[in-house]
T-cell receptor
Framework: SQTIHQWPATLVQPVGSPLSLECTVEGTSNPNLYWYRQAAGRGLQLLFY??????ISSEVPQNLSASRPQDRQFILSSKKLLLSDSGFYLC?????????????FGNGTRLTVT | AQKVTQAQTEISVVEKEDVTLDCVYE???????LFWYKQPPSGELVFLIRRNSFDEQNEISGRYSWNFQKSTSSFNFTITASQVVDSAVYFCALLTNNAGNMLTFGGGTRLMVKP
């Protein structure tokens, strides 16, 4: 079956500390993977997407980075967190690699930077 | 440029009432796709429906129905006989042929269904 694993579910980190959020998917090969952020309001902001191993597209310049070391693994990182990085981070996958197939989201990580 | 507007930020209804969530989109592309997602209090976004620009047939799925009107650039979502479990934030989203992999989301509508 197709599943999305995203962890941790919640995270509290001090300003200036590093960050690593991981997303892995099962049940498909070569999926399109995405990282979205939802700030205190409700808007969803696309941060990164990847159509293959080592292929990362960034939509918003910031102190975050993403990597895709394996076909079904997508990692969101930061070397030094800012207060403004607080939010709800969602990994998403297109089970079919066509650009118009629906995105399916993981359960999210709620990050609080203190 | 693509844009999705959900003018209703919050709607409150009493259980069993019907409710319609509005979605208006803007695009110059002739090929595009519209989506609705539900975000319950637990946080994950749940895919509800995808509609392409060439299919204006309305869709019904149980208590949910969608009305796609190209003439008014709208893709409205109606919940019939609402239930408390329908309480969530609902997002409308647009994907166009020329936007690559970038899905444009509306700001969301928070629906509260009271018992």
């Amino acid at each position: 079956s197709q599943t999305i694993h995203q962890w941790p579910a919640t995270l509290v980190q001090p300003v200036g500390s590093p960050l690593s959020l991981e997303c892995t998917v099962e049940g498909t090969s070569n999926p399109n993977l995405y990282w979205y952020r939802q700030a205190a309001g409700r808007g969803l902001q696309l941060l990164f997407y990847s159509v293959g191993i080592g292929q990362i597209s960034s939509e918003v310049p910031q102190n975050l980075s993403a990597s895709r070391p394996q076909d079904r693994q997508f990692i969101l990182s930061s070397k030094k967190l800012l207060l403004s990085d607080s939010g709800f981070y969602l990994c998403a996958v297109q089970w079919q690699s066509s650009y118009n197939s629906p995105l399916h989201f993981g359960n999210g990580t709620r990050l609080t930077v203190t | 440029a693509q844009k999705v507007t959900q003018a209703q930020t919050e709607i409150s209804v009493v259980e069993k009432e019907d409710v319609t969530l509005d979605c208006v989109y803007e695009t110059r592309d002739t090929t595009y796709y519209l989506f609705w997602y539900k975000q319950p209090p637990s946080g994950e976004l749940v895919f509800l429906i995808r509609r392409n620009s060439f299919d204006e047939q309305n869709e019904i799925s149980g208590r949910y129905s969608w009305n796609f009107q190209k003439s008014t650039s709208s893709f409205n979502f109606t919940i019939t006989a609402s239930q408390v479990v329908d309480s969530a934030v609902y997002f409308c989203a647009l994907l166009t042929n020329n936007a690559g992999n970038m899905l444009t989301f509306g700001g969301g509508t928070r629906l509260m269904v009271k018992p």
